[in-house]
């Protein structure tokens, strides 16, 4: 079974612009979820989805939102992208109603 | 909610070895806990998990970790370590609820390093 796939790998952008990062989950994974990496700020988790709805959301601005698909694809978005913003994106999935998460390689974002 | 506290941030060991790495956490609800491995430059996969029963779980790769309800820790140990178990180490919570879908909260990481 394939693992949870992310694209693109790498992006650059510069300050100001507004970035679409995908996601695709296990089969049969019905729930997405979204964690910024960073060197100062460790692992931090941004929102998830469940069947097309948002359940859950971390202490994040504004700028970033999400979506999920009825295929369970999901994509986050940033607008008005800051210099702090350079990170390593995280999706992961898991079965409905289970605490288990499986990772996908990452977006490496760096905002210039 | 809930935090965890990775109590070294690195560990040298020597091919061979034992090594424990330690993960306290903090949480008003009952808890299912993970640690996961992450390896430069990809993403992060699961070693292992707690969500119920024995307190002393196997994962992959010869590692295993006990939960301690009344000291509120997850240790990770492996007996023997080898040259490719250089990684950082990053120990999650999540809180056990219906709330607390898809929502891991991590500790700072362990970068371990293994010496020949």
């Known amino acids: 079974k394939a693992g949870v796939t992310q694209t693109p790998r790498y992006l650059i952008k510069t300050r100001g612009q507004q970035v679409t990062l995908s996601c695709s989950p296990i089969?049969?994974?019905?729930?997405v979820s979204w964690y910024q990496q960073t060197p100062g700020q460790g692992l931090q988790f941004l929102f998830e989805?469940?069947?097309?709805?948002?359940?859950n959301k971390g202490n994040f601005p504004g700028r970033f939102s999400g979506r999920q698909f009825s295929n369970s694809r999901s994509e986050m978005n940033v607008s008005t992208l800051e210099l702090g913003d350079s990170a390593l994106y995280l999706c992961a999935s898991s079965l409905a109603d289970s605490y288990e998460q499986y990772f996908g390689p990452g977006t490496r974002l760096t905002v210039t | 909610a809930q935090s965890v506290t990775q109590l070294d941030s690195q560990v040298p060991v020597f091919e061979e070895a034992p090594v424990e790495l330690r993960c306290n956490y903090s949480s008003s609800v009952s808890v299912y806990l993970f640690w996961y491995v992450q390896y430069p430059n990809q993403g992060l996969q699961l070693l292992l998990k707690y969500l119920s029963g024995s307190t002393l779980v196997k994962g992959i790769n010869g590692f295993e970790a006990e939960f301690n309800k009344s000291q509120t820790s997850f240790h990770l140990r492996k007996p023997s370590v080898h040259i490719s178990d250089t990684a950082e180490y990053f120990c999650a919570v999540s809180g056990a609820g219906g709330t607390s879908y898809g929502k891991l909260t991590f500790g700072q990481g362990t970068i371990l390093t293994v010496h020949p």
């Open positions: 089969s049969g994974h019905r729930s």
């Open positions: 989805y469940f069947s097309e709805t948002q359940r």
